[in-house]
T-cell receptor, first 112, second 112 residues
Framework: ETGVTQSPTHLIKTRGQQVTLRCSSQ?????VSWYQQALGQGPQFIFQ???????GRGNFPPRFSGLQFPNYSSELNVNALELDDSALYLC???????????FGEGSRLTVL | QKEVEQNSGPLSVPEGAIASLNCTYS??????FFWYRQYSGKSPELIMS????GDKEDGRFTAQLNKASQYVSLLIRDSQPSDSATYLC????????????FGTGTRLQVTL
């Protein structure tokens, strides 16, 4: 039990649609990161939020965007879905400057 | 491009044997390293972190770090069938955002 919860756990969308994924992290964990894991691959860093500001981004286009809220929850939004966006989306949080990231159970997105 | 390399496996070991998982990384600036276990269809679970050269032991698990050789390993003693999973090696790159770069994972099979 990592204290990081994600919703929904599974969802199916069609190409061109938009999706919002949600994450709730532990109280006090002021850093939240989102990762995309395609089948057979390791997780890829999408972006990170610290105190409600994006402070780092991986190699993902602007149609991937996010928000972090004061209550330690966050969102990942993906616009104009493409087939290659089908993946497991992982939210992870950590306390302050420690390197240990704790993942939620993930949201599995299928784009048809 | 900062990379973390792992042999994808599968690595097959008999029950009770020692499983040895290896990982190399490309960026000498990386300071912290992590091993995650991921069961099929589940999210990664942190099992070990290591920050300095040498060995770190936790129960049946031993992580080894050699920064000069840019090499990280994980030993699992007395392997059990429940250890069968994909093991992800990750390196922490610090900067504006502290992000984890993952390898593609090594699939371990513990046979009876």
């Amino acid at each position: 039990e990592t204290g990081v919860t994600q919703s929904p756990t599974h969802l199916i969308k069609t190409r061109g649609q938009q999706v919002t994924l949600r994450c709730s992290s532990q109280s006090g964990h002021n850093t939240v990161s989102w990762y995309q894991q395609a089948l057979g691959q390791g997780p890829q860093f999408i972006f990170q939020y610290y105190r409600e500001e994006e402070n780092g981004r991986g190699n993902f286009p602007p149609r991937f965007s996010g928000l972090q809220f004061p209550n330690y929850s966050s969102e990942l939004n993906v616009n104009a879905l493409e087939l290659d966006d089908s993946a497991l989306y992982l939210c992870a949080s950590r306390l302050g400057g420690t390197g240990e990231l704790f993942f939620g159970e993930g949201s599995r997105l299928t784009v048809l | 491009q900062k990379e973390v390399e792992q042999n994808s496996g599968p690595l097959s070991v008999p029950e009770g044997a020692i499983a040895s998982l290896n990982c190399t990384y490309s960026d000498r600036g990386s300071q912290s390293f992590f091993w995650y276990r991921q069961y099929s269809g589940k999210s990664p679970e942190l099992i070990m972190s290591i920050y300095s050269n040498g060995d770190k032991e936790d129960g049946r698990f031993t992580a080894q770090l050699n920064k000069a050789s840019q090499y990280v390993s994980l030993l699992i003693r007395d392997s059990q069938p429940s250890d069968s999973a994909t093991y992800l090696c990750a390196a922490l790159y610090t900067g504006t955002a502290s992000k984890l770069t993952f390898g593609t994972g090594t699939r371990l099979q513990v046979t009876l």
